[in-house]
């Protein structure tokens, strides 16, 4: 008997084109409503996918698609990475066709990738933990229109003088996915 995956849903955020902020709402019903999705179903196995994009203010772009579970005990609404996934980076290049002069370069090598790992909170709160876990990026996202997005900045002090250190913007997306389990 085949197995049969069927994509139930996506929605994309082009990086640098943000939504209408006044029609950005909390991100409870969206997280909620995955978790009562992935944990339901019956005759079916369930899956969530996190695309997560990222763009830095040295205008480096990241991508990455991560697996999702839901949390259970005292985690029951959480979403947690069920597995890393692979980072994808802009500034990566790669060439094609492959070796010789003349080539042409393209972004987004997947020659030369690190991890990411994602946790979001019944409430929306996320974290990201981009470079192979090298670094932490902690917000409290905002949704509209089944986009998850946000950032978080970091001030600092230099002999008495405050700055700014601006973490990425990121944009997360979910899609569902069932497999029927045969019979």
């Given at each position: ?118 946790t979001v909170s019944p409430s929306g709160s996320v974290t990201v933990k981009p470079n192979g876990g090298a670094v932490t990026h902690s917000f409290s996202g ?42």
């Amino acid at each position: 008997m085949k197995t049969i995956l069927r994509p139930l849903g996506i929605a994309t955020l082009a990086i640098g084109a943000l939504p209408v902020i006044g029609s950005a709402q909390s991100c409870n019903s969206m997280i909620q409503s995955l978790n009562t999705w992935l944990t339901g179903g019956v005759g079916v196995t369930r899956y969530v996918t996190a695309y997560v994009s990222s763009h830095a203010s040295n205008h480096s772009v990241t991508y990455a698609a991560v697996p999702m579970k839901a949390g259970a005990g005292f985690s029951i609404g959480w979403l947690f990475s069920s597995q890393t996934g692979k980072q994808y980076y802009s500034e990566n290049e790669y060439c094609l066709p492959p070796g010789g002069f003349g080539c042409t370069q393209y972004p987004f090598s997947p020659y030369i990738t690190k991890t990411l790992s994602l946790t979001v909170s019944p409430s929306g709160s996320v974290t990201v933990k981009p470079n192979g876990g090298a670094v932490t990026h902690s917000f409290s996202g905002t949704c509209t229109g089944g986009i998850m997005y946000g950032f978080n900045a970091t001030t600092l002090s230099l002999n008495g003088i405050p700055f700014t250190i601006w973490n990425p913007l990121y944009a997360i997306t979910f899609a569902k996915y069932e497999v029927a389990i045969p019979k």
